[in-house]
């Protein structure tokens, strides 16, 4: 009996997350599409988005509803609260992630052992889009012909090549950006990635045939709109979006500071091999 | 006047003018603006051609800056024969690769040492207050490292083999591969990448104040101007260490962190050539101030690529679970005295390794 009050709890959580789901929707869309940005001071016409943001999303907790969570004990015994994940209603168009039936048992495994093998967690290059929504900020430097995004994870950054298409080298985790102005919105293609990178915590992942059709749209002077059409065959049924709203950070005088996180992550990854 | 003797003092000139443009201190070329009116020092630039230059001029070459025929001709190839016997030492101990994968081949730079100023091309004299520091360091030094071997632990490996940075300006020397930077400016910052070990200094010009003393960072806290032609950059705020391996800079050693400020520039002096310049000017470490440049030469490259460098950090494990397997094996290992660099060893600090 209890457990079934404890699903049917569960259930009115659901529908309530889902209520305010569809009500944050509808309140991203205020400033709307008939924001006109402020232009670039020099004059070339474009949408100026020079500046540092951030995401307040549970994005990189998990993509999709999700109730909070802890870690396994053997975590918890060392972390406390701060080994749980808050819950968080999805960022997912449509709710769900489309696997492929087979690709759900690894993104089930990647969760199980997601407090050894996350990237993040190994101070990884994070990848595109979870640099994006990763709980740190990241700046844009707009420019004449590049637009530089940095972050401050990991001192990762990328080279959006707006004055012509620059095919990638290699793949690489940060993948290879092209991008273009549709009116306000900048939009960028994202190819070539190596496959180690992940999209949350939860172990969402992709292969490397993914590509990210990612486009920033200004909504008022301290938001814009981020939403990453995801695309990968040997993962996905078909592709799928996420919708993310960004954040101006407005202090004054702020400034990126270094994550240099190696130091961070090289008792977890070389621990086994220390001298004892 | 022979027709030889006319050319040989047409080619002399030429050489005499090509010193005299490497070394002005006042290019009077004028960079192309950006829209906002400063100097335009976008896009990506290379060390690679100033490989194999010493930091420091040989005696060999007191008084001549630039080398030219016969004597260029084989310093060059000495140059060649050095760069090769460590190519070939670094890529057996850690497979890093064949000689011919390093940038620094072929590289024809006649210039006999980096440092330009003083003009005998040597790092001034540190001060007695310097020398008794740099004392004071080795012991604290030796007293850390105590008996603890090569490899007990991540720790006990140099920065760069943990992927952590290349230090500044270090990061700026040409070493084996990887020589470039990446240049993007806003009309209120300016950004430089090095693509190893893909640092970003994001660089506010408006100003500001330096970051709270209580704020360390590896690549410190950098401001910049401009002035006239040239980006002076100015960095403080670095992380407060005594571990050589931490050594903030080129030849930083014998300073202390807390009182350490770096300044660069960057000065667009022809089309395809920015001169770098960093200046050292601690009158409590050295006798007078000192200058190394390099001439940062414009990639045809649009990007840097993605040095992914802890992601693929196996060298470290094999390094570590290399050490347990040889203690197994040979147990008198566990209790040996460790012999460690002094933080005087300059091979610590040598950018080209």
């Known amino acids: 009996m209890r457990n ?135 700046q844009i430097l707009q420019s004449t012909t590049k637009i530089l995004m940095t972050y401050e994870f990991a001192k990762s950054s990328r080279t959006i090549h707006m004055d012509k298409k620059v095919p990638a080298p290699v793949p690489q985790y940060m993948g290879q950006s092209n991008g273009r102005w549709e009116g306000d919105t900048l939009v960028v293609e994202v190819t070539d990635f190596r496959e180690e990178t992940w999209f949350d915590r939860a172990g969402n ?67 086994q091999w220390k001298r004892r | 006047m022979s027709r030889r003797t006319v050319a040989f003092v047409a080619v002399l000139a030429l050489a005499v003018l090509a010193s005299v443009r490497l070394l002005a201190q006042t290019p009077s070329f004028s960079p192309p603006k950006l829209p906002w009116g400063h100097p335009d020092i976008q896009g990506v630039w290379t060390s690679d051609e100033e490989s194999g230059v010493p930091f420091e001029r040989p005696a060999q070459f007191a008084n001549k800056p630039i080398l030219e025929g016969k004597e260029l001709e084989d310093y060059l190839k000495r140059r060649e024969l050095e760069r090769a016997r460590t190519a070939n030492f670094g890529g057996g101990i850690t497979g890093a690769g064949p000689v011919h994968w390093y940038e620094w081949w072929g590289r024809k730079s006649a210039r006999t040492s980096l440092i330009v100023d003083p003009p005998d091309g040597k790092i001034p004299p540190m001060t007695a207050e310097a020398k008794a520091r740099e004392a004071q360091m080795e012991k604290e030094w030796a007293a850390k490292v105590g008996d603890r071997g090569p490899a007990d632990s991540w720790e006990d490996r140099e920065l760069w083999d943990r992927c952590i940075m290349r230090n500044l300006a270090g990061v700026m020397f040409p070493g084996g591969y990887g020589n470039n930077a990446q240049i993007v400016q806003t009309p209120t910052h300016v950004a430089i990448l090095n693509e190893m070990i893909h640092e970003v200094r994001v660089i506010p010009l408006d100003g500001r104040p330096h970051l709270s003393p209580a704020v360390r960072q590896w690549y410190g806290d950098s401001r910049a101007r401009w002035d006239g032609n040239t980006l002076v950059v100015e960095t403080t705020n670095f992380k407060d260490t005594t571990d050589p391996r931490m050594d903030i800079s080129v030849r930083n050693r014998g300073s202390w962190p807390e009182s350490f400020r ?49 992601e693929g950090n196996i060298g470290m494990e094999n390094i570590l679970s290399g050490a347990r397997v040889e203690e197994k094996e040979n147990p008198a290992l566990l209790t040996r005295k460790a012999v460690r660099k002094s933080p005087n060893d300059d091979s610590a600090e040598n950018p080209d390794r």
């Open chain 2, 262 to 310: 770096l300044i660069e520039k960057f000065t667009r002096v022809s089309p395809d050539t920015v001169r770098y310049e960093i200046t050292r000017d601690d009158p409590k470490t050295w006798t007078r101030p000192w200058t190394a440049m390099l001439e940062l030469k414009k990639s045809p490259a649009e990007y840097l690529f993605e040095y992914a460098c802890h």
């Open chain 1, 4 to 138: 079934k009050l404890h699903a049917a709890g569960c259930c009115v959580a659901v529908s309530l997350a889902v209520t305010v789901l569809t009500m944050s929707a509808a309140l991203a869309q205020v400033g709307g599409p008939e924001y006109k940005a402020p232009r670039t001071s020099w004059g070339d016409g474009k949408p100026d988005l020079n500046g540092i943001w951030q995401a307040m999303s549970p994005a990189n907790w998990d993509l999709e509803d999700h109730a909070s969570y802890g870690a396994p004990s053997s975590v918890l015994a060392v972390t406390g609260t701060v080994g749980a994940s808050p819950g968080g209603y999805g960022v997912v168009d449509g709710g769900k992630i489309p696997y492929k039936p087979e690709a759900l048992a690894q993104r089930k495994q990647n969760f199980e052992n997601r407090w050894t093998t996350d990237p993040e967690l190994k101070c990884w290059a994070p990848g595109i889009p979870r640099a994006t929504y990763l709980p740190y900020p990241f």
């Open chain 1, 205 to 271: 992942y992709h292969s490397d045939e993914l590509r990210v059709t990612e486009r920033f749209t200004p909504s008022s002077p301290y938001h814009m709109m981020y939403e990453a059409t995801i695309q990968d065959p040997k993962v996905f049924t078909g592709p799928w979006k996420i919708t993310v709203p960004l954040y101006r950070r407005v202090e004054r005088n702020l400034q990126l500071l270094e994550f240099n996180c190696v130091p961070f992550s090289e008792d977890l990854i070389y621990g």
